[in-house]
Antibody, heavy 116, light 108 residues
Framework: EVQLVESGGGLVQPGGSLRLSCAAS????????MNWVRQAPGKGLEWISH???????YYADSVKGRFTISRDDARNSLYLQMNSLRDEDTAVYYC??????????WGQGTLVTVSS | EIVLTQSPGTLSLSPGERATLSCRAS???????LAWYRQKPGQPPRLLIY???SRAAGIPDRFSGSGSGTDFTLTISRLEPEDFAVYFC?????????FGPGTIVDIK
């Protein structure tokens, strides 16, 4: 069974940093494209970053230069390093698998709250 | 950036009725890269349709997708209670992989 479990969310002050993790299981992690998607409270979905073994890394303009996606295929894990956090980064952050065939699998999300 | 516009913003229907949701792109999107999701409160989105018209695993055949170029449609032939939710379209053709703002399907 495919599982994606996010962790690392919490309360952080504006300007601070946080590192999110996504632990994957039930599939050969290295073969798949992975993404981070976020959803601010009561709002829609915002794709923020994509990682694959065969394509460049992509970022949304809203996080470019502040967030860094990475993956450790040996540990079946996806990461999101978030620096210079702003109030508007407050959201539930999801990791999701896929691209060509849609984002077929999603984690339950981890909440990041940026507030002083 | 490809902007996706969804209409209507809210669709009020009764169980058993047909729902037609629209997704319009600001530029041509290859059908290969157009997907639809349903999201219920407190849950992550669930993939319904990929490649504009292919149903994801486990998705019932009351869901169908169509369209090409800049205009795409999700049709739910007969609404079930679990279908009252928010629906998002998404393109993964060109980065950034944008989502539409969503269509709320609520009970009339």
């Amino acid at each position: 069974e495919v599982q994606l479990v996010e962790s690392g969310g919490g309360l952080v002050q504006p300007g601070g940093s946080l590192r999110l993790s996504c632990a994957a299981s039930g599939f050969t992690f290295s073969r798949y494209d992975m993404n981070w998607v976020r959803q601010a409270p009561g709002k829609g979905l915002e794709w923020i970053s994509h990682s694959s073994s065969s394509n460049p890394i992509y970022y949304a303009d809203s996080v470019k230069g502040r967030f860094t996606i990475s993956r450790d295929d040996a540990r079946n894990s996806l990461y999101l390093q978030m620096n210079s956090l702003r109030d508007e980064d407050t959201a539930v952050y999801y990791c999701a698998r896929g691209r060509r065939d849609g984002f077929e699998y999603w984690g339950q999300g981890t909440l990041v709250t940026v507030s002083s | 950036e490809i902007v996706l516009t969804q209409s209507p913003g809210t669709l009020s229907l009764s169980p058993g009725e047909r729902a037609t949701l629209s997704c319009r792109a600001s530029q041509v999107v290859s059908s290969t890269w157009l997907a639809w999701y349903r999201q219920k409160p407190g849950q992550p989105p669930r993939l319904l349709i990929y490649g504009a018209s292919s149903r994801a695993a486990g998705i019932p055949d009351r869901f169908s997708g169509s369209g090409s170029g800049t205009d795409f449609t999700l049709t739910i032939s007969r609404l079930e209670p679990e279908d009252f939710a928010v629906y998002f379209c998404q393109q993964c053709d060109i980065s950034p992989f944008t989502f539409g703002p969503g269509t709320i399907v609520d009970i009339k």
